[in-house]
């Protein structure tokens, strides 16, 4: 099973500071990996697929790069509605896995 | 819009049945595969099964394979989770989710609440 590894646990920001997310994964994913975002009482969003891809109707302020093992989220001006956990998830191998999270707090 | 609404979820006591189902709306619910990814309290994400569109295709996490059997109906638009031999640690919220590019996740629903105590 791929591991995946995200840090830091907690981001204290502030509005209209960049965000930058990690996600390491125990063995290559190569670029099948996705960021997704949730917020409290909400199901998960898609925000990124196979590495940087945007999904429908996500803004271009999020961006997503990376290969094999390390990959990063970029949020590059934050929004009072960014504040959120967000997690990644690969699907080179089963089964699928998710990282543990990243919690963007506002600072 | 697409839609996905879960039901089914509830208290039972450990080693007892639930029977979780989804009812998919606003797309061509046959033309996609299909997740169950549950959310334990105040935890992280875990995915839980997959099934292809035509049903050929299945796949469970290791903690609920033997356990849990997923199922869909295409005539209904509605996909299904069967769980038994519940445990303690079964508890959360599952989320049924419509599969992106096959293993990723683009449509969630709200979630149904499953509860596993004596």
């Known amino acids: 099973e791929i591991v995946l590894t995200q840090s830091p646990a907690t981001l204290s920001l502030s509005p209209g500071e960049r965000a930058t997310l990690s996600c390491r994964a125990s063995?290559?994913?190569?670029?099948?990996l996705a960021w997704y975002q949730q917020k409290p009482g909400q199901a998960p969003r898609l925000l990124i697929y196979?590495?940087?891809n945007r999904a429908t109707g996500i803004p271009a302020r999020f961006s997503g790069s990376g290969s094999g093992t390390d990959f990063t989220l970029t949020i590059s001006s934050l929004e009072p509605e960014d504040f959120a956990v967000y997690y990644c998830?690969?699907?080179?191998?089963?089964?699928?896995?998710f990282g543990g999270g990243t919690k963007v707090e506002i600072k | 819009e697409v839609q996905l609404v879960e039901s089914g979820g509830g208290l039972v006591q450990p080693g007892g049945s639930l029977r979780l189902s989804c009812s998919a709306s606003?797309?061509?619910?046959?033309?996609?595969?299909m997740n169950w990814v549950r959310q334990a309290p105040g935890k992280g994400l875990e995915w839980v099964s997959y099934?292809?569109?035509?049903?050929?295709?299945?796949y469970y996490a290791d903690s609920v394979r033997g356990r849990f059997t997923i199922s869909r109906d295409n005539a209904k638009n509605s996909l299904y989770l069967q769980m038994n031999s519940l445990r303690d640690e079964d508890t959360a919220l599952y989320y049924c989710?419509?599969?992106?590019?096959?293993?990723?996740?683009?449509?969630w629903g709200q979630g149904t609440l499953v509860t596993v105590s004596s």
């Open positions: 989710a419509r599969g992106y590019l096959k293993r990723y996740f683009d449509n």
């Open positions: 606003g797309f061509t619910f046959s033309r996609y595969v």
């Open positions: 099934i292809s569109t035509g049903s050929d295709i299945i």
């Open positions: 063995q290559s994913v190569s670029s099948y």
């Open positions: 196979d590495v940087s």
């Open positions: 998830q690969q699907r080179n191998s089963s089964p699928l896995t």
